[in-house]
């Protein structure tokens, strides 16, 4: 069984930067960051296949938001900087246990409880 538990979220001016973690306990083979805004579908913003560390993002998230694992801690983690007012959201850490690339949320069985993000003019 895999558990998720995110961290690091709150309150920042646009401009601002914040690091999100995910604590993860399990084996998974891939881990994402997924954000869903109010009235708005989830979506994906970056995925890390644990093995090799290889990347993926969204277009709209490179150069902003970088995604990184810790193998030691087993956590994964989002760096968000110039963060701006269309990136308040939840965010939330998900976990698949197969390989290949997967955007939709349908893809992920495992979810954390996700993190407030608020971003203010």
């Known amino acids: 069984q895999v558990q998720l538990v995110e961290s690091g979220g709150g309150s920042v001016q646009a401009g601002g930067s914040l690091r999100l973690s995910c604590v993860v306990s399990g084996l998974t083979s891939s881990l994402a960051w997924f954000r869903q805004a109010p009235g708005k579908e989830r979506e994906i913003i970056a995925e890390?296949?644990?093995?090799?560390?290889?990347?993926y993002y969204r277009d709209s998230a490179k150069g902003r938001f970088t995604i990184s694992q810790d193998n030691t801690k087993n956590t994964m983690y989002l760096q968000m900087t110039n963060l701006k007012p269309e990136d308040t959201a939840i965010y939330y850490c998900a976990a698949k246990p197969v390989v290949h690339r997967a955007s939709s949320p349908s893809a992920y069985p495992y979810w954390g409880r996700g993190t407030q993000v608020t971003v203010s003019v």
């Open positions: 890390i296949i644990t093995d090799s560390g290889e990347t």
